[in-house]
């Protein structure tokens, strides 16, 4: 090798060894911003999950706010209605838990039919009112007070139909063989069968 080989050689190393450092200043300020990236994507995140934790936390009182509202309604002060979240299999599971005092209902067991028809009613209430955007307030049930009987009872029924009806805006209309729920509607229609199986309708 001469000594102009040599030194078209020197001046290619020099060339990719200046390269080599542009590439790594490129490369460092690439890095930066990746590190900052990173850090406003994890800040990112913890405001969701507080957001997202807030949210959820709000939605639950809410839910549970409704039900326990109709609960005491019909039942009693002693009575309240909890959403407990709980881990199976590494999952988390939602349990909707009816009390007494301190005592829990099982809902498979011993909690009375009437009990599961008010929380059934009020869950249905509470999930239209979390809808967005809203759709017409109206909603439809046919015997949703099938399990209760007394007559405090269904008079305590009725009073809470009309003021959750009232407090959130809802048309409900729904069918019912308990007369004394009827005395709290605004408008009420008797059907009647007769003995040829046509349907009279009266107002």
């Given at each position: 090798m001469n000594s102009s080989q040599l030194n078209q050689e020197v001046f290619s190393i020099r060339k990719e060894i200046q390269d080599a450092k542009i590439d790594l200043e490129k490369y460092k300020l690439d890095i930066e911003k990746l590190v900052k990236l990173k850090s406003n994507f994890q800040e990112a995140i913890k405001i969701l999950t507080i957001v997202l934790g807030t949210t959820q936390e709000e939605i639950v009182t809410f839910i549970e706010d409704i039900v326990t509202s109709a609960l005491q309604h019909v039942y009693g002060e002693?009575?309240?209605?909890?959403?407990?979240?709980?881990?199976?299999?590494?999952?988390?599971?939602?349990?909707?838990?009816?009390?007494?005092?301190?005592?829990?209902?099982?809902?498979?067991?011993?909690?009375?039919?009437?009990?599961?028809?008010?929380?059934?009613?009020?869950?249905?209430?509470?999930?239209?009112?979390?809808?967005?955007?809203?759709?017409?307030?109206?909603?439809?049930?046919?015997?949703?007070?099938?399990?209760?009987?007394?007559?405090?009872?269904?008079e305590r029924c009725g009073d809470m139909i009309r003021e959750l009806s009232r407090k959130y805006g809802l048309q409900i209309i729904l069918i019912t063989a308990k007369s004394i729920i009827i005395n709290y509607v605004d408008k009420s229609f008797d059907v009647i069968i007769d003995s040829d199986g046509i349907s009279h309708v009266s107002s």
């Amino acid at each position: 090798m001469n000594s102009s080989q040599l030194n078209q050689e020197v001046f290619s190393i020099r060339k990719e060894i200046q390269d080599a450092k542009i590439d790594l200043e490129k490369y460092k300020l690439d890095i930066e911003k990746l590190v900052k990236l990173k850090s406003n994507f994890q800040e990112a995140i913890k405001i969701l999950t507080i957001v997202l934790g807030t949210t959820q936390e709000e939605i639950v009182t809410f839910i549970e706010d409704i039900v326990t509202s109709a609960l005491q309604h019909v039942y009693g002060e002693d009575y309240k209605f909890r959403i407990e979240f709980i881990m199976k299999r590494n999952q988390a599971e939602v349990m909707l838990v009816p009390y007494k005092g301190d005592m829990v209902y099982d809902c498979k067991l011993s909690c009375g039919g009437g009990i599961l028809d008010i929380i059934s009613f009020a869950l249905r209430i509470a999930c239209l009112a979390l809808v967005s955007p809203q759709p017409d307030q109206v909603i439809i049930l046919d015997e949703p007070f099938r399990n209760i009987s007394g007559q405090e009872q269904l008079e305590r029924c009725g009073d809470m139909i009309r003021e959750l009806s009232r407090k959130y805006g809802l048309q409900i209309i729904l069918i019912t063989a308990k007369s004394i729920i009827i005395n709290y509607v605004d408008k009420s229609f008797d059907v009647i069968i007769d003995s040829d199986g046509i349907s009279h309708v009266s107002s």
